[in-house]
């Protein structure tokens, strides 16, 4: 398939917003609708349905995922608990291998596909990533369950276009994420005497850091080392300073990075590094616990972090709040992950178990109550929901999209690695000249 068609597609979904993707109408055709057409002289049959075997079709069905410590793998023991119930007749194999939004797994997984040794299913981000996935024929289109697990009547059209090639639906989106939201700790704003409320901008933000700095406390903003958790905060910051149309275009086909707003989000984001500690935490779990036990005041995260909090036993609204970060409010940084049917792998009907039950609107309820993600599917009542997901829900039907970068909706793997090198460079150089380079170099290098 041609990325550069796929990339353009997914800029022109992002940039319709989220009315589309939330499931209101939207005036894009039907994903799954297959625009094949019969070649001539043939008549267009049917393919019969293939029923699932009931209580599964037996067999180990692998699943890999980077869901593997903490927090983080507790949404997948509620789906895993699920699919031993209603398929008792598969075992399910758990491949999980830990490190935030894939780090380690990553690599691991290249490794298998390429050595052709494929888990039933692993876990993908649609988006641009899917399309690595797609490009190097790794995985397989899975339009009829999709279909039967009702269609674009359940998926949001633009959510599945995201997944869809050709008329080929690649993967089942099992949660939707939001990248941009920072998590804070009432007990440390009290020392500065800030209230709990939403500061308008960066600006304003920074401000209250000096305030916190001031009352002594050492450490405003947490961050996590790793480079993918700097890019995480990178890209708010990013589409603070841009705003949702501009940010947007930064992932169409040919669009330059080397703008003044990019230098100036550049900076930004080194003057927010000022706040933050220089180690100490190098993923995501260490540097939202620093806000948990009140060693720091915030931490940009995206709201798997509520999994973490509800680990600790955390309140949303008295422990805890959240807002979306300053000056991005109104946009949802949006991500999804989704699972996809591997080429080639050993157990395709249990696979498609699996499957059937990451879009099972039971499925997505248990798995996304702890994951802290939203459901995937618009039928899913918000009202068995904690408050923190009620209020996503809401802001994912109402807000404009963004789609996030390090979490592969916007950016594909290459171009995310080029980036995270550029960003953790930075990290230890603080040569704001170089990170716009790099930046720039990256995109001009992969957005064509
Ligand atoms: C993201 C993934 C989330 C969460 C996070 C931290 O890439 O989509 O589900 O797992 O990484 O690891």
């Not at 797994?105 to 040794?117: E, F, G, P, S, V």
């Not at 970060?325 to 999804?336: I, K, R, S």
């Not at 809401?394 to 592969?408: C, R």
């Not at 594909?412 to 550029?422: P, R």
Request: charged letters at 25%; hydrophobic letters at 40%.
């Amino acid at each position: 398939m041609d990325r550069r068609q796929f990339l353009m597609g997914l800029a022109a979904a992002s940039v319709i917003g989220g009315a589309a993707l939330a499931g209101c109408s939207g005036e894009t055709k039907p994903a799954g609708d297959a625009t094949k057409e019969a070649p001539k002289g043939e008549e267009t049959k049917e393919a019969p349905k293939e029923e699932p075997k009931e209580g599964g079709a037996g067999g180990d069905v692998g699943v890999f995922t980077w869901w593997a410590e903490g927090s983080e793998k507790d949404g997948l023991a509620a789906l895993e608990k699920l699919f031993s119930e209603k398929y008792p007749n598969d075992k399910f194999v758990n491949l999980a291998v830990a490190g935030g939004a894939g780090s380690n797994a990553k690599a691991k997984l290249a490794a298998d596909l390429q050595n052709n040794n494929p888990p039933e299913s692993f876990q993908g981000h649609a988006g641009a990533e899917l399309m690595d996935y797609i490009d190097a024929e790794q995985i397989e289109p899975v339009n009829e369950i999709i279909d039967g697990l009702g269609g674009d009547s359940v998926f949001p059209k633009n959510l599945l276009e995201l997944l869809t090639v050709g008329g080929d639906i690649y993967s089942v989106p099992s949660n939707v994420h939001r990248s941009n939201v920072v998590w804070a700790n009432p007990e440390v704003l009290k020392k500065a005497e800030l209230s709990t409320d939403a500061p308008k901008d960066l600006d304003a933000w920074m401000a209250d850091m000096d305030k916190l700095k001031a009352a002594g406390v050492q450490t405003p903003l947490s961050v996590g080392t790793a480079a993918w958790t700097l890019v995480h905060l990178f890209e708010s910051v990013l589409l603070s300073v841009l705003g949702t149309d501009d940010y947007n275009k930064l992932f169409t086909k040919g669009t330059s990075w080397d703008t003044d707003k990019v230098k100036t989000a550049v900076a930004k984001f080194a003057k927010l590094l000022t706040y933050a500690n220089t180690g100490g935490a190098d993923d995501w779990t260490p540097a939202v616990d620093m806000v948990i036990d009140g060693k720091a005041a915030y931490n940009v995260m995206g709201d798997w972090a509520v999994a973490q909090f509800n680990t600790k036993k955390k309140t949303y609204g008295t422990d805890y709040v959240a807002w979306p970060t300053p000056g991005t409010a109104g946009t949802f940084l949006f991500l999804a992950d989704s699972f996809t049917l591997a080429k080639g792998c050993k157990n395709p009907d249990g696979a498609k178990d699996w499957l059937n039950l990451v879009g099972s609107a039971e499925g997505q309820k248990q798995f996304n109550i702890v994951k802290g993600s939203i459901p995937a599917r618009t039928d899913v009542p918000d009202s068995d929901f904690p408050d923190y997901q009620k209020s996503a829900m809401k802001s994912f039907k109402e807000d404009k999209i963004a789609s996030s970068i390090i979490h592969g909706a916007a950016a594909n793997n290459a171009w995310n690695s080029e980036i995270g090198t550029a960003v953790s460079k930075f990290w230890t150089d603080k040569n704001e000249a170089d990170l716009v380079a790099g930046l720039v170099a990256a995109a001009d290098k992969n957005n064509k």
